[in-house]
C-alpha cells in the first residue's frame, strides 16, 4: 500500500468512526476504489491500525469522562462510576467471545466482496429508520441493554453495518436516552479495540507482515487528526440530528456499492 492510499484511508476512518455510517463498510469502499489487492490478514492489520487510532482520539475527546470513571473506580466502592464500567464490561462479552473463537472468519469477512458492503449498508440504514422514529426518554442504559447492545456490536463487525449506527439504534430502540446512548457507544468499543491491537501484538499478527510501516504510520496519523476534529464536531450531530439523514446517505452509498460490484462483472 501506498502512502498516499494510507492517508486517504486515514482521513475515511477518521471521518467515518463517529458517525453512523459504517466507517468499516467505508474502508473497504476505498480500498476497492483505490485497487488495493492487499490478503486478508493484511487487509485486517490496516483496518485495526486505523480503528486504534480514532480509539486513541476517542480516548483524547472523552479524557475527562474517562478520567471521572477512574476516579470513581479507585474510590473501591459502589458509586455510578463503578455501575457505569459494569455496563461497558458487559456489552464486551460479545465482543471478546466473536474474538476469541472467529477471528480467522473475522478476517476472511474483512477481505470480502462490496457487494456485502452495499447490502449490509441498507440494512444499517433501516437500523437507522427505525430508530429514528423511536421517543427520545431519559431512561439510562441497563444491563441487559448493555448486553443487548455488544450483541449489536458483534454484528457491526461485518463491513457495511456501522458500529456506532448499530449500537445507538439499538439503545435507541431500547428505550434509552438518545444522548446517553451515544456517550455509551463511543466509550463501549475503546477496551475492545485496545484489547485486539494488546493480542496482536503479543502474538506477532503485526510485526510478521511485510508491509511497509511507514504507510501505516502514515494512516495512522490521517486518522487520528480526522478522528478528533470529527467526535469533536459530530457529536453533537449525532446526539441531536435525526438520524434519518445518516440513513438516507447509507442507503444512496449502499446502492451505488452493489452497483459498483455488479458494474465489474458486466
Known amino acids: 500500500m501506498e502512502i498516499f492510499d494510507a492517508i486517504v484511508l486515514g482521513i475515511i476512518q477518521g471521518l ?7 466507517s468499516s463498510g467505508h474502508l473497504e469502499l476505498g480500498k476497492a476504489i ?8 493484511e487487509s485486517l492489520m490496516v483496518t485495526v491500525v486505523l480503528h486504534f487510532a480514532t480509539a486513541l482520539s476517542t480516548i483524547v475527546v472523552f479524557r475527562k469522562d474517562i478520567a471521572e470513571i477512574f476516579r470513581g473506580l479507585f474510590q473501591f466502592k459502589w458509586n455510578a462510576e463503578t455501575e457505569f464500567s459494569l455496563k461497558i464490561i458487559i456489552s464486551m462479552i460479545p465482543g471478546v467471545l466473536l474474538g476469541l473463537f472467529f477471528e480467522r472468519e473475522l478476517e476472511l469477512i474483512f477481505g470480502g466482496s462490496i457487494l456485502i458492503v452495499g447490502y449490509m449498508l441498507l440494512i444499517t440504514a433501516l437500523l437507522l429508520w427505525l430508530a429514528d422514529k423511536a421517543k427520545n426518554t431519559d431512561k439510562p442504559v441497563s444491563y441487559s441493554n448493555a448486553f443487548v447492545i ?15 449506527g448499530a449500537t445507538i439504534a439499538t439503545s435507541v430502540l431500547l428505550g434509552n436516552d438518545k444522548a ?8 463501549m468499543v475503546v477496551p475492545l479495540i485496545l484489547g485486539k491491537i494488546a493480542k496482536d501484538l503479543l502474538s ?12 501505516l ?16 464536531w459530530m457529536i453533537q450531530l449525532v446526539k441531536n440530528s435525526k438520524l434519518s439523514y445518516f440513513a438516507i446517505y447509507c442507503f444512496i452509498v449502499g446502492l451505488l456499492a452493489i452497483g459498483f460490484e455488479y458494474s465489474q462483472h458486466v
Open 180 to 187: 446517553k446512548a451515544a456517550r455509551f457507544s463511543f466509550l
Open 150 to 164: 455488544g450483541i449489536a456490536q458483534v454484528i457491526a463487525f461485518l463491513p457495511g453495518i456501522s458500529r456506532s
Open 204 to 215: 506477532g499478527e503485526i510485526t510478521d507482515t511485510t508491509m511497509q510501516i511507514t504507510p
Open 34 to 41: 483505490l485497487g488495493d489487492n492487499s490478503i486478508p490478514e
Open 16 to 22: 467515518t468512526e463517529f458517525l453512523p455510517v459504517s
Open 217 to 232: 504510520i502514515a494512516g495512522f496519523i490521517a486518522a487520528f487528526i480526522a478522528g478528533f476534529a470529527a467526535c469533536t
